[in-house]
């Protein structure tokens, strides 16, 4: 009687998973009627007929990130690298990729690689670092039109390593240094040469200024000279001026003409005083005592003809 029920159990289960299909929100199924393809089954509920109907394939429809694995490509400055990354997909129609290709995963992943292979051939090492982002979009565009047939699609390729082999790294490493150590140098020359231009210029300023301060001393000495000599003239002049007025005055030319006796006189007893070889007679110096009565003989003259004159 166990033996009875537990078969019954089994059929009725084996019957039911036959006859009943529940497709996931994330997923598409095919179903094939007789070894035919009979639809697409949403998600939801579904009744197959058992022993005629069967889900033949269980389509992902969610986006799918692919590991494509590590190969070496050779660059084209003849470099060998190890290159691998990162494939992302979509199944977009369900029945291609049932019937149109047995695995588009490897699929997808041997296009890439191969791709992969072409891309970084036409390119040197330096270049595989710096053009990465245009390396992604033609390998994208190559396998999106390869895969079209099998009704997926690629929706982005992202190259996750590229690993030269430790010699070219060694080498690279020193390359980058001695890189560094001229850019050290030229910086240092620059700045040596810099220094220079600043002291040179620094220098001109100087000079500039100094030749600036030594021509505005002298626009000043020439300002201060010219001042004077016009101060000079003025004060000059005015005596001048005034000398005429008294020699124009009555009894001024005989004054002028005593007082030039007078220098003449007292001029001509400092050179005796001071001579040791007497070239004329000592009574000459009592000359001035001679003059000096003419000149108060004229004086009393000119009076006497003003007073007769009133």
């Known amino acids: 009687m166990w033996t009875t029920l537990l078969t019954l159990v089994v059929l009725l289960y084996f019957i039911f998973t036959r006859l009943f299909i529940i497709v996931e929100m994330r997923e598409e199924v095919i179903q094939e009627r007789l070894g035919k393809y009979k639809k697409t089954l949403k998600p939801g509920f579904h ?3 058992p022993f005629v109907d069967r889900a033949a394939y269980n389509q992902e429809m969610r986006e799918q990130v692919i590991d494509v694995p590590s190969q070496t490509c050779i660059t084209k400055d003849n470099i060998e690298v190890a290159v691998d990354g990162l494939v ?3 199944v977009m129609d369900s029945y291609k990729a049932s019937y149109g290709i047995s695995n588009y995963k490897a699929a997808a992943v041997n296009l890439a690689q191969t791709t992969m292979r072409s891309e970084v051939g036409k390119l040197t090492l330096d270049d ?5 982002d245009k390396m992604n979009e033609n390998i994208v565009k190559e396998i999106d039109k390869a895969a079209d047939p099998w009704g997926v699609k690629v929706l982005r390729y992202e190259i996750r390593n590229i690993s030269p082999s ?3 790294v060694d080498t690279m490493e020193k390359q980058m240094e001695a890189e560094r150590e001229k850019r050290a140098d030229i910086t240092n020359s620059e700045g040596h040469r810099q220094a220079r231009i600043n002291e040179s210029q620094g220098e001109q300023q100087s000079q500039v200024l ?7 001393r002298r626009i000043n000495e020439a300002k201060g000279r010219a001042k004077e000599i016009e101060l000079v003239a003025t004060s000059t002049a005015k005596g ?4 005429a007025e008294a020699i124009s005055r009555p009894g001024g030319d005989m004054a002028v003409k005593t007082k030039l006796v007078e220098q003449y006189i ?3 007893g400092n050179i005796l005083k001071h001579s040791n070889i007497s070239v004329l007679p000592t009574e000459t110096a009592n000359l001035k005592t001679f003059f000096e ?3 108060k003989i004229s004086s009393h003259t000119a009076t006497d003809k003003t007073k007769g004159g009133d």
């Open 88 to 90: 992302y997909i979509k």
């Open 266 to 268: 007292d001029e001509f």
């Open 293 to 295: 009565g003419v000149g």
């Open 210 to 216: 100094i030749s600036e301060a030594q021509r505005q």
């Open 240 to 243: 001048i001026r005034r000398v």
């Open 166 to 168: 430790k010699e070219i």
């Open 47 to 49: 009744f197959m007929i």
């Open 128 to 132: 595989t670092f710096s053009e990465r």
